[in-house]
């Protein structure tokens, strides 16, 4: 079997709605995978799914969780797994992170005899699930050819940004203050609508046509339409993501007004009890500070 086959096998930590949906990627293209979670229900149903109870040091790890601070935990905690992974064996880290901080795995994982590979991740819980995800990776030559036959079954999409660490998430924080900003406008523009008497459903129909729409615009509307706010992708990640970028901006000394307004309006959301709702949500703030019913809503 070749060094690209990873034999050993793949440990996916971070079994949320993205990372679920990776790893069963991994399955389907024949990969041995073990899930880790702290909840222990999404490590069984995994398991029922034909995932491992237990890989020995495994070739490849990737790490789909929250923020910095897990990612760190996951590698470096107690019992963390830079300790039980194959010699030259890749940790893929697809949290959202600041390019220092991966700069600073990717020099601990190589002090270590590791490979990191800088790979933040875009396109939700659906193509995560496809395996056709976009990936923002910068790392080694070795660190790519490390976890090339990861991304082949997880990402539809790599995009090389450098053979350093950092980039990678460099460009997530281009693509995360974008996303979050183009969020919040939707749903701006379809309550803006409403106080002007025009059906949010015609709104959708005619902005999706036009000029002034965007992916997150035609994505997170119809579930404003529909009054689904079932969390694909949550109103918490937006006050953490965009706090990122924010963070990055004032090191850098760069004004980012939008982004800031962008996250306001993700926190009114989170402190308003909408935390665990889609982020589409975010529309509940516009539409009670108008004074306005969103559809569903009775």
């Known amino acids: 079997m070749t060094e690209r086959s990873r034999p050993n096998g793949i440990v996916v930590a971070g079994l949320g709605s993205m990372g679920y949906g990776m790893a069963t990627a991994l399955l389907r293209a024949g990969h041995r995978v073990q899930g880790v979670d702290v909840s222990a229900e999404k490590v069984a149903r995994f398991v029922t799914e034909g995932g491992v109870d237990a890989i020995g040091a495994p070739d490849t790890l990737v790490i789909v969780v929250l923020n910095a601070a897990q990612t760190e935990a996951v590698l470096w905690g107690e019992d963390g797994w830079a300790g039980r992974l194959a010699p030259g064996a890749v ?4 949290s959202t992170v600041s390019p220092a ?3 600073e795995m990717a020099a601990r994982c190589e002090a270590r005899g590791l490979h990191y590979l800088d790979a933040p991740i875009s396109g939700g819980a659906k193509r995560a699930a496809d395996g056709t995800l976009s990936v923002m990776a910068s790392g080694s030559p070795a660190a790519f050819d490390a976890a090339a036959p990861a991304l082949d079954a ?11 660490a950092g980039a990678g998430s460099a460009m997530k924080a ?6 979050g900003t183009h969020i919040a406008a939707m749903a701006e523009a379809i309550t803006f609508g409403m106080t002007m008497g025009v059906d949010p459903a015609r709104t959708v129909e005619v902005i999706s046509q036009c000029a002034g729409t965007s992916w997150m615009f035609e994505n997170r509307a119809p579930h404003v339409v529909d ?18 970028v924010l963070d990055i901006a004032r090191e850098a000394r760069f004004s980012a007004p939008l982004t800031a307004a962008a996250l306001q309006q993700f926190l009114a959301a989170a402190g308003s009890g909408l935390a665990d709702e889609d982020d589409a949500a ?9 004074g306005l019913r969103l559809p569903g809503e009775s």
Not at 154 to 164: H, I, N, P, Q, W
């Open 91 to 94: 940790a893929i880290g697809c």
């Open 101 to 103: 901080f991966a700069r």
């Open 154 to 164: 997880m990402a539809e999409t790599v995009f090389r940004l450098g053979d350093e």
């Open 174 to 179: 281009i693509n995360q203050m974008l996303a």
């Open 227 to 244: 009054g689904d706010y079932t969390p694909r992708s949550s109103v918490s990640i937006w006050p953490k993501d965009l706090g990122i």
């Open 282 to 290: 975010v529309a509940k703030v516009y539409a009670r500070n108008a």
